[in-house]
């Protein structure tokens, strides 16, 4: 158990349909992550919330659509997915301002595309 | 990119050391070095960081290289519980939110 929650920890869903992943942390960490995970592939940086400001949007489609309404939650809003979307979506949370400081990652959303 | 290079894959007893070299050879100053570890299919699990002096905690230790252009994590006794993928990465000290993920090494223990 990082203190990292991310909710659900499996999706399903159909290139129509709109879904959301949620990420949760009170660890009082002010800097929040997403990350996809394709199969046999290294992590993907996509977005990085400081202070509750997007200060990375690693060139991610549109389809995917970050929120952090405040520094203890960061959702992923998707819609109109692709098949090759289907992967692992990890959230982290760290404090900002310094290499000085670990990141706690939660375990992750297996989203499936179908 | 990542700026870290670490060999894909590596084998170890169970019992003894492992020990995972990383080469970051282009580290400025003020860049620290984190370890990282994925067991399948779940969310990294920070192991230790450090700057320039060794670390050591009830995980792993980190030794640096006094020129700090290489490092390497040792697991002191591998258990099989300890086969993952490891990740080194370098990390900026000053207001560098982002966490970059190469390739890791591939650490198999063996029984």
């Known amino acids: 158990e990082t203190g990292v929650t991310q909710t659900p920890r499996h999706l399903v869903m159909g290139m129509t349909n709109k879904k959301s992943l949620k990420c949760e942390q009170h660890?009082?960490?002010?800097?929040m992550y997403w990350y996809k995970q394709s199969a046999k592939k290294p992590l993907e940086l996509m977005f990085v919330?400081?202070?509750?400001?997007?200060?990375e949007n690693n060139s991610v489609p549109s389809r995917f659509s970050p929120e952090c309404p405040n520094s203890s939650h960061l959702f992923l809003h998707l819609h109109t997915l692709q098949p090759e979307d289907s992967a692992l979506y990890l959230c982290a949370s760290s404090l900002t301002g310094g290499g000085n400081t670990e990141a706690f990652f939660g375990q992750g959303t297996r989203l499936t595309v179908v | 990119d990542a700026k870290t290079t670490q060999p894909p894959s590596m084998d170890c007893a169970e019992g003894r050391a492992a020990n995972l070299p990383c080469n970051h050879s282009?580290?400025?100053?003020?860049?620290?070095v984190y370890w990282y570890r994925q067991i399948h299919s779940q969310g990294p699990q920070y192991i230790i960081h450090g700057l320039k002096n060794n670390e050591t905690n009830e995980m792993a230790s980190l030794i640096i290289t006094e020129d700090r252009k290489s490092s390497t994590l040792i697991l002191p006794h591998a258990t099989l519980r300890d086969t993952a993928v490891y990740y080194c990465i370098v990390r900026v000290a000053w207001r560098d939110d982002k966490i970059i993920f190469g390739k890791g090494t591939r650490l198999h223990i063996l029984p």
């Open positions: 282009t580290i400025s100053g003020n860049e620290y």
């Open positions: 660890l009082g960490h002010n800097a």
């Open positions: 919330y400081s202070l509750e400001e997007r200060v």
